[in-house]
């Protein structure tokens, strides 16, 4: 801090007193000449000596350097191996020390230059192959310059992600082993030499040659492709002119009709048209259902609210039950109103069995058919006993 301030005070008078002063124009032709040590500082260290537990330094301008204590018996691999003149890289460990030399730290100034290199890579957008060393339910794990990495699972790209139903971990952790004793191409996302957390990225590197693919489409295209995964949520669909491009088909769009399932409507292999309906970001979405015929079109021409129609309910939920309606391919809703609560409901009617029903509200603008039950008195068998024994009681008073 002092030697600073001096530095500035001695620029200032030299500059106050002559301006084309000798020694001012050196400072600015050659500032690293006044330059001083600072804690963290990272410096050329030439080797000279090692005694028993102490290694010394040629540090030029700046004195002697030494690396003792702790400091030695972290770096011992480093300076066994040293030679006489050899140049390496030190961290100022302390500025005067307490045996009046610079104190060095040779691991960590090693570590911080790792670190610094790795900032310089994502500063330039490098890409790096890199061999995946294991794989856990996260991600991927590999090396780069002998310090460990992480690709998570969400930064692999569309052609490696893990396509697993309802999100098992342990399916997911299977796929990714296939990927050990792999080269992948990267490109670093995030360093934090505190938290000694390096994280890559192979999407950023796809994303980017997927995105300039996708300037030859538009919203309202319809693409060829061949299914490449099924989730719970939907399906992917792989471009047959560019098989780097990867859409999403989300389950609403599969269908017209309420998908369960999206393996009811597509499998994995199977070849179909989709229309592009948002390109954003690099992703494109799609659907299957834009392409298709709506049935809700014109439906009430063929169907009347009171109508009597038969139907087959297929799922519950809190507010009601889907129907499947006999001729027609859509779907109607008997609301659990009509029972007074969800498990009178499912007393009610069960999945899979056919009913007779009414259309209570049609709206095809809406994709709306709200249905009611068909209901039938049922003789109390009660009423039966008590007429009985009625009958019994006044034949025994004649």
Known sequence: MGADILFITMITVISSRKKDSPILKMMKAEPELFSVLKQGDIVEARFLEQKRNEVYFDLGRFGTG???????????????????????????????????????????????????????????????????????????????????????????????????????????LEELKQFVGKELEVKIMTVNPKLNKLIVSEREISDKSVAELLKDYKVGDTVEGIISGVADFGAFLRFAAHPEVEGLIHISELDHRLVENPKEIVKVGEAVKAQITEIKDGRVS???????????????????????????????????????????????????????GVEEMKKAIELGKKYNFTIDVLKPEEKRLILKMNKTKIQNPNDKIETEKDDKDKDESE
Do not use: C
Not at 136 to 164: C, M, W
Not at 299 to 325: I, Q, S
């Open 286 to 340: 799609l659907s299957l259902k834009a392409l298709k015929l709506d049935p809700w079109k014109d439906l009430d021409k063929k169907f009347k609210e009171g109508e009597k129609v038969k139907g087959t309910p297929f799922k519950y939920n809190p507010f009601g039950a889907f129907v499947n309606v006999d001729g027609a391919d859509v779907q109607g809703l008997i609301h659990v109103s009509e029972f007074g």
């Open 66 to 172: 030494i690396v003792y204590g702790r400091e030695f018996n972290n770096g011992r691999e480093i300076t066994r191996k040293l030679k006489p003149g050899e140049v390496i890289n030190a961290k100022v460990a302390e500025v005067d020390g307490d045996l009046g030399y610079t104190e060095l730290s040779v691991t960590e100034a090693d570590k911080q230059k790792v670190w610094q290199e790795f900032k310089e890579m994502k500063e330039k957008d490098e890409i790096l192959k890199v061999e995946i060393r294991a794989a856990n339910t996260g991600g991927l794990l590999t090396e780069i310059d002998g310090t460990k990495a992480f690709l998570p699972v969400s930064q692999l790209s569309n052609q490696h992600y893990p396509r697993v139903a309802d999100n098992d971990k342990d399916k997911i």
